[in-house]
């Protein structure tokens, strides 16, 4: 399960679209088991199975947003990184004073958020 919500956090999926497929197991034992849960009563049990299925979305749903903060902090750090190497090459660093760098990074990565989802829209 792990992997599957990795490889989908990675692919840019909605939580909704990334996690969908583990709420139809709920339909999916209930049009495959319709008749025997009917034969044998087992109403209690199927409630009880599609309570571990709720458990099992909201574990799935903590390894995506997990996977989701990893990838924006990956994005973050690339983009620090870039932008120390270009004020390196101009020979700014030593301009600069390292508080403001800061400040100027996180001026330069909310610019670029703002592009970003400028581009969404």
């Known amino acids: ?5 990795r490889v989908r956090a990675i692919q840019d999926f909605t939580p909704a679209q990334a996690l969908n497929f583990v709420f139809f197991l709920k339909r999916v034992i209930r049009e495959e088991l319709e008749k025997e849960i009917k034969q044998n009563k087992l ?3 199927l409630l009880e199975f599609e309570s571990e ?5 909201l574990y799935t749903f903590n390894i995506y947003v997990k996977c989701r ?4 902090q990956l994005k973050t750090d690339e983009l620090k990184r870039m932008t120390f190497s270009l004020l390196k090459k101009a020979n700014l660093m030593s301009e600069i004073p390292a508080e403001e760098f800061e400040h100027s990074d996180r001026d330069l990565i909310k610019t670029a958020e703002d ?3 400028g581009s969404n829209e």
Not at 53 to 57: N, Q, R, S
């Open 1 to 5: 399960m792990d992997d599957i919500i």
């Open 43 to 45: 109403y209690d049990e």
């Open 69 to 72: 903060e990893q990838l924006y």
């Open 115 to 117: 592009d970003l989802s």
């Open 53 to 57: 299925i709720d458990e099992l979305a």
